[in-house]
């Protein structure tokens, strides 16, 4: 006889292998839509959350405790789920073709897909009436009669919806619909377990709900797109927050009367979501600056940390063991927050993409660990496609880096000493440098153009300056690509989310492998703050730590031109060779002010032009009516 184990074990390796499937097929241009979109259907951690808020502890010392913690857990968990989805569908709606935004259009709402949850939920309400006995409340026949099949069937329906939305992801002009099945699965989960048997009172649940849709409301409709690594980060630490919660209200609940197999899989619970609390907020205090970017090392750190983590895991096999020694069990919930700090402390900035894949991953894991401590099947689904998500996108952020998640988390890259840097930044050659007026004149003459942006961009906030220029360009005849590598910015595929904000059409936005061997044919590369992943030691320097890495391969085009504050050593370290190269110059400043002194200066000669065509010279006009005309006129000379 098959037991409930087996088959949520069965259940969890199969929602495995086909989230591995799907998420496969996403395409990097999606990648940060993709890990909103699984945190946001990770807040599934809400149906379980409801069950701990509205349960009655009437029968257990001190049980307001875990109404309490079942409060701020549906907080959590309704936070996630509001602000999940509400961002990602911002960052869906950016990404347009060329044509959709010479119409100005931006893609509907999926009418169809709501008329569809109106029609089920009016058959549903209407089967409910005609079958309800008569004299018999309605509140009563949905608890006794239609609840637990009902429910049932309702988390079917849910998981369904969830795996089409993440298929929907496979391209953008899918991606919209399928992001409104995922949400519409998630109201169906969500208003189904209301009507659980164990919940008998909503006042919490109201509270809980109403929190977390204001907070979650207000993050997922106000935070700008350049704060969606840290916001990322957060929502992993609320999802975790929530399933440790969880975690620990039922075992404060139930304590020496749970099995050793439920025992288990709560120990894991609650470590694996603390330590992804505390490790995402320390990610997202690194991602706000609020604690500097380079590694915090110390002495004995990796010792440190493995005893650490061998106190959590004999802890919690002396729990499993014993089933009595309930201080050992907090114990384990305050080290494993403390592991979570120490894990992520010592990485730095840079290796952020890997380090929020590896926490989406994490909470995916606690949230199936709580699947399997409620017994509840859709958790264990949706648990194992977000963990799978966020494994898969760290692999392929390792891969790209060429580095292993062992060394991200473990080897401090990019410690470097003052001594080390200023060695580092020592000239190896001599550096040109150029001045706005300069390169606009090299950009007349220009037919192709590759365009490399990097963290300094969403650093200046320059993303709309660098379409701006883009499109100035694409009027003049000029063919501009924009050149994305898969770990630049702070979480995978950030550049692609910036640059469809400031609506760049997605197809003018390439991968690595697509753009490197179009860099031969381009007459100037504009790098925008881009530094270690343009790095040529990457290539050639075998004593390099970037050895290894695939690049973006900019020394192959005719000219380069890199912005860049100073000549301060990248994330790595070390030295970027291309600077000392013949064809490279160097635009010192900020990002943005570059560009826009740019912008200025081709207008500028725009108008010259046009001055030199016509018998009327805008020279003799108002700056203010100059710049206006300037704006306006194309040029496709020369």
């Given at each position: 006889?098959?037991?409930?184990?087996?088959?949520?074990?069965?259940?969890?390796?199969?929602?495995?292998?086909?989230?591995?499937?799907?998420?496969?097929?996403?395409?990097?241009?999606?990648?940060?839509?993709?890990?909103?979109?699984?945190?946001?259907?990770?807040?599934?951690?809400?149906?379980?959350?409801?069950?701990?808020?509205?349960?009655?502890?009437?029968?257990?010392?001190?049980?307001?405790?875990?109404?309490?913690?079942?409060?701020?857990?549906?907080?959590?968990?309704?936070t996630n789920a509001v602000g999940g989805f509400l961002i990602t569908d911002r960052m869906l709606r950016m990404f347009r073709t060329a044509e959709e935004r010479a119409r100005g259009t931006r893609r509907p709402v999926e009418l169809q897909a709501f008329g569809f949850v109106l029609a089920v939920v009016g058959v549903v309400v209407a089967i409910l009436f005609a079958t309800k006995p008569a004299g018999m409340a309605m509140g009563?026949?949905?608890?006794?009669?239609?609840?637990?099949?009902?429910?049932?069937?309702?988390?079917?329906?849910?998981?369904?919806?969830?795996?089409?939305?993440?298929?929907?992801?496979?391209?953008?002009?899918?991606?919209?619909?399928?992001?409104?099945?995922?949400?519409?699965?998630?109201?169906?989960?969500?208003?189904?377990?209301?009507?659980?048997?164990?919940?008998?009172?909503?006042?919490?649940?109201?509270?809980?709900?109403?929190?977390?849709?204001?907070?979650?409301?207000?993050?997922?409709?106000?935070?700008?797109?350049?704060?969606?690594?840290?916001?990322?980060?957060?929502?992993?630490?609320?999802?975790?927050?929530?399933?440790?919660?969880?975690?620990?209200?039922?075992?404060?609940?139930?304590?020496?009367?749970?099995?050793?197999?439920?025992?288990?899989?709560?120990?894991?619970?609650?470590?694996?979501?603390?330590?992804?609390?505390?490790?995402?907020?320390?990610?997202?205090?690194?991602?706000?600056?609020?604690?500097?970017?380079?590694?915090?090392?110390?002495?004995?750190?990796?010792?440190?940390?493995?005893?650490?983590?061998?106190?959590?895991?004999?802890?919690?096999?002396?729990?499993?063991?014993?089933?009595?020694?309930?201080?050992?069990?907090?114990?384990?919930?305050?080290?494993?927050?403390?592991?979570?700090?120490?894990?992520?402390?010592?990485?730095?900035?840079?290796?952020?993409?890997?380090?929020?894949?590896?926490?989406?991953?994490?909470?995916?894991?606690?949230?199936?660990?709580?699947?399997?401590?409620?017994?509840?099947?859709?958790?264990?689904?949706?648990?194992?496609?977000?963990?799978?998500?966020?494994?898969?996108?760290?692999?392929?952020?390792?891969?790209?880096?060429?580095?292993?998640?062992?060394?991200?988390?473990?080897?401090?890259?990019?410690?470097?000493?003052?001594?080390?840097?200023?060695?580092?930044?020592?000239?190896?050659?001599?550096?040109?440098?150029?001045?706005?007026?300069?390169?606009?004149?090299?950009?007349?003459?220009?037919?192709?153009?590759?365009?490399?942006?990097?963290?300094?961009?969403?650093?200046?906030?320059?993303?709309?300056?660098?379409?701006?220029?883009?499109?100035?360009?694409?009027?003049?005849?000029?063919?501009?690509?924009?050149?994305?590598?898969?770990?630049?910015?702070?979480?995978?595929?950030?550049?692609?989310?910036?640059?469809?904000?400031?609506?760049?059409?997605?197809?003018?936005?390439?991968?690595?492998?697509?753009?490197?061997?179009?860099?031969?044919?381009?007459?100037?590369?504009?790098?925008?703050?881009?530094?270690?992943?343009?790095?040529?030691?990457?290539?050639?320097?075998?004593?390099?730590?970037?050895?290894?890495?695939?690049?973006?391969?900019?020394?192959?085009?005719?000219?380069?031109?890199?912005?860049?504050?100073?000549?301060?050593?990248?994330?790595?370290?070390?030295?970027?060779?291309?600077?000392?190269?013949?064809?490279?110059?160097?635009?010192?400043?900020?990002?943005?002010?570059?560009?826009?002194?740019?912008?200025?200066?081709?207008?500028?000669?725009?108008?010259?032009?046009?001055?030199?065509?016509?018998?009327?010279?805008?020279?003799?006009?108002?700056?203010?009516?100059?710049?206006?005309?300037?704006?306006?006129?194309?040029?496709?000379?020369?």
């Amino acid at each position: 006889m098959t037991t409930e184990l087996e088959v949520g074990l069965y259940i969890f390796m199969l929602a495995g292998f086909l989230g591995y499937h799907i998420i496969t097929r996403v395409p990097p241009l999606l990648h940060t839509p993709l890990m909103s979109a699984t945190n946001a259907i990770a807040a599934i951690s809400l149906v379980g959350s409801l069950v701990v808020a509205g349960s009655d502890y009437s029968g257990v010392p001190h049980g307001w405790v875990c109404t309490l913690l079942g409060l701020a857990a549906v907080t959590c968990s309704s936070t996630n789920a509001v602000g999940g989805f509400l961002i990602t569908d911002r960052m869906l709606r950016m990404f347009r073709t060329a044509e959709e935004r010479a119409r100005g259009t931006r893609r509907p709402v999926e009418l169809q897909a709501f008329g569809f949850v109106l029609a089920v939920v009016g058959v549903v309400v209407a089967i409910l009436f005609a079958t309800k006995p008569a004299g018999m409340a309605m509140g009563e026949y949905l608890h006794e009669h239609v609840a637990p099949e009902a429910l049932r069937y309702c988390y079917i329906l849910s998981a369904a919806m969830f795996v089409l939305g993440l298929k929907g992801l496979s391209s953008p002009r899918w991606a919209r619909r399928g992001m409104s099945l995922a949400a519409f699965g998630m109201f169906v989960a969500v208003v189904g377990t209301l009507f659980h048997p164990h919940i008998v009172t909503y006042r919490w649940i109201g509270l809980g709900f109403a929190i977390g849709a204001v907070v979650g409301g207000t993050m997922g409709l106000r935070i700008p797109m350049t704060a969606v690594p840290q916001r990322t980060a957060m929502s992993h630490s609320l999802g975790a927050l929530a399933a440790c919660l969880v975690g620990v209200s039922e075992y404060f609940r139930y304590q020496g009367a749970l099995s050793r197999v439920t025992l288990t899989a709560l120990d894991f619970e609650v470590v694996v979501g603390g330590l992804t609390f505390t490790g995402s907020l320390i990610a997202a205090a690194k991602l706000q600056e609020l604690l500097r970017g380079r590694p915090i090392t110390y002495r004995g750190q990796n010792i440190m940390s493995l005893s650490l983590l061998s106190i959590i895991v004999a802890s919690g096999v002396y729990l499993v063991v014993t089933q009595a020694a309930t201080a050992f069990f907090y114990v384990m919930v305050g080290m494993s927050l403390v592991f979570g700090l120490l894990l992520v402390i010592p990485i730095g900035a840079a290796d952020m993409p890997v380090v929020i894949a590896l926490l989406n991953s994490y909470g995916g894991l606690a949230d199936a660990a709580m699947g399997f401590v409620l017994m509840n099947k859709i958790q264990i689904i949706t648990g194992s496609l977000d963990g799978t998500s966020g494994f898969l996108l760290a692999l392929l952020m390792c891969r790209a880096m060429n580095r292993s998640a062992v060394n991200v988390l473990f080897g401090a890259f990019g410690r470097v000493s003052e001594e080390e840097a200023a060695a580092a930044a020592e000239a190896k050659g001599t550096v040109r440098s150029i001045a706005p007026e300069e390169t606009a004149v090299l950009f007349e003459t220009a037919h192709n153009i590759v365009v490399v942006p990097g963290y300094g961009m969403a650093v200046a906030q320059a993303q709309h300056a660098v379409a701006e220029l883009g499109n100035i360009l694409k009027e003049r005849g000029v063919d501009v690509k924009y050149a994305i590598h898969p770990v630049a910015g702070r979480m995978p595929g950030h550049m692609n989310v910036l640059l469809a904000e400031a609506n760049v059409p997605y197809e003018q936005l390439h991968e690595m492998e697509a753009i490197n061997p179009f860099f031969p044919e381009a007459d100037i590369v504009l790098v925008v703050g881009a530094n270690d992943v343009t790095n040529p030691a990457a290539k050639h320097n075998k004593s390099s730590p970037l050895f290894g890495m695939p690049i973006l391969e900019v020394e192959r085009a005719k000219s380069i031109i890199v912005m860049k504050r100073s000549m301060r050593p990248g994330f790595a370290g070390v030295d970027n060779d291309l600077y000392y190269n013949e064809k490279c110059m160097m635009l010192f400043g900020d990002a943005k002010a570059s560009i826009t002194k740019l912008i200025s200066e081709m207008k500028s000669k725009i108008a010259e032009r046009w001055c030199g065509r016509t018998s009327t010279c805008v020279g003799s006009w108002p700056s203010q009516k100059r710049r206006s005309i300037a704006s306006k006129l194309v040029f496709r000379g020369s």
